[in-house]
């Protein structure tokens, strides 16, 4: 695991653009296309307009990536608080994105079947092979939840390596989610965090005892990829270290 520490929140968002971008232009040329689990929530919006921008027009063939989500809000898709929606506003439509290249989960379908079927069009994408993303962004929420593994929910003891639907007391909603097992089989995991509010969890998460059931973020251990953490210095004012 590595922790990379920015003075502010523009050399963070720059630098993990940059990250991305050479991890995408790697994996085109490796396997001709570039996997990437997508992270919704305020933090990441700024991200996704700077790809959005001219800088990286060229810089990458976006037409070679697939743009998946690591956890969905039981949202209609037009909905403002609907992760894809927000991402095809700020990143999708100013890129031009061809449909065909967006993996959003379907929301018009109770939580329960909305999981089981975007597990279903995963697995078909990898053509029934082992699920390795190429790249998966998380956030982290001040409660220590990332994707929508949030503290004390049954999605947590998950083993399998797929997409559960969870009730989440705390906002009195079904979310839908990637399970830790599935997330952990990415080639590379980016944590992009920033804001004193969240300074308190990154304390917890990277510092303290494990107790994945108080601090799910911790159940984010790659088991052959590599784990970054993309920090601001008020997000990381609470490490010993």
Known sequence: MAIHIFKTVDALIIKLAEDIV??????????????????????????????????????????????????????PAEDPQNNAHMVREALFHPRNISAARIFAVDTSLPPEQAAKNYTKRISEHFKGKKIVFDLILLGLGDDAHTASLFPHTTVLADTFVSIQSV?????????????????????????????????????????????????????????NGNLQWYVDEAAASGLRK
């Open 22 to 75: 050479a991890s995408a232009q790697q994996a085109i040329a490796s396997r001709e296309e570039f996997n990437i689990v997508l992270s919704g929530g305020s933090s990441p919006e700024a991200l996704y307009k700077i790809l959005a921008s001219p800088t990286y027009t060229n810089q990458v063939d976006w037409n070679k990536i697939n743009f998946f989500f690591g956890d969905e809000r039981n949202a």
């Open 167 to 223: 009730f989440v007391e705390k906002h009195n909603t079904f979310r839908i989610t990637m399970t830790a097992p599935m997330i952990n089989q990415a080639r590379d995991i980016a944590v992009l965090v920033y804001g004193q509010g969240k300074a308190e969890a990154v304390h917890h998460v990277l510092e303290d005892e494990v107790n994945t059931e108080k601090y799910p973020a911790q159940l984010i251990q790659p088991v």
